[in-house]
């Protein structure tokens, strides 16, 4: 998306930094007008390098070192179920958001799954679409129903849901732009909910900018974004990510959430219809 701003069209950009993220290594600028940090790359060069970057399992490049300590944690994580802590979080604000009219519910890049496992114990009817056989086969193995699908999510479909899942997913794509309005094209009822790191937050954009990301999105320009691709923005946090296993040992005992809304916080979610 080398030529302009996919928010407003700015053909002005001023250099920013190289992405940290190894395999990139790209210019990234920003939009004078609207602050979006995006990788300076054509919609071409940049696609070809993410199917090849994709092609792998994505989790062994991008988790952090497997040590006996952090292997021990994942399993006592896993087995207790504090692992699904930030699910609980996504839960949480997208029911108060007061936006779920019924209990269809589907998470597009579900990853390992963990938000649809919490969704499913809580009683909705979920499925999901994942790109990475390996990842969708670990979050089949935990659910109920046979409900992951294998699949490319970059030209959505109708799903005929009632809310649409796009957790860390945006920041991925080569034209956010053009998925988001697709997805409202062919799911005109649909509610959303997305998060992304909020790069407004110092800590959001180190982070955002070590992973293979393309885009770094702020409150503003995220809500811009949808509203320019046919979405309403109803309610929008920021919040800590306490995304540390003390945190989630302390969820697990007391049932706090542990990434409560913050000003300015690390992490930036939606809802919109
Ligand atoms: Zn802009």
Redesign the pocket.
């Known amino acids: 998306m080398a030529t302009a701003?996919i928010?407003?069209g700015?053909k002005a950009k001023r250099p920013f930094s190289k992405t940290t993220f190894a395999m990139h290594g790209f210019n990234v600028v920003t939009?004078p007008?609207?602050e979006?940090k995006y990788v300076d790359i054509s919609d071409d060069a940049l696609s070809l390098i993410l199917k090849r970057y994709y092609e792998g399992a994505y989790d062994k490049r991008t988790s952090e070192k497997s040590t006996a300590l952090s292997r021990f944690r994942k399993s006592v994580a896993s087995i207790t179920g504090m692992d699904l802590a930030i699910s609980e979080s996504q839960a949480r604000f997208m029911e108060r958001s007061g936006l779920i009219q019924s209990n269809n519910i589907i998470d597009l890049g579900c990853g390992q799954g963990k938000l649809l496992i919490f969704l499913e114990r809580r009683g909705y009817e979920v499925g999901g679409v994942e790109p990475d056989p390996e990842r969708a086969r670990v979050g089949q193995q935990q659910l109920k129903r046979d409900v992951v699908k294998i699949g490319t999510i970059d030209n959505p479909e109708n799903y005929d849901v009632d809310v649409i899942i796009i957790s860390h997913v945006l920041e991925h794509l080569t034209r956010p732009d053009k998925f988001l309005r697709l997805l409202k094209k062919r799911n005109p009822e649909a509610k959303l909910f997305v998060e992304v790191p909020n790069c407004a937050n110092p800590e959001g954009l180190k982070a955002s900018m070590s992973e293979p990301h393309n885009y770094h999105f702020n409150a503003r320009?995220l809500k811009a974004l949808l509203e320019n691709c046919g979405w309403k923005v109803k309610r929008t946090e920021t919040c800590a990510a306490n995304g540390y296993y003390w945190a989630h040992i302390l969820w697990f005992l007391l049932r706090k959430d542990v990434c409560p809304r913050k000003e300015n916080g690390f992490l930036l979610r939606l809802m919109a219809e």
Do not use: E
């Open positions: 701003c928010v407003d700015t939009c007008a609207c979006l320009n």
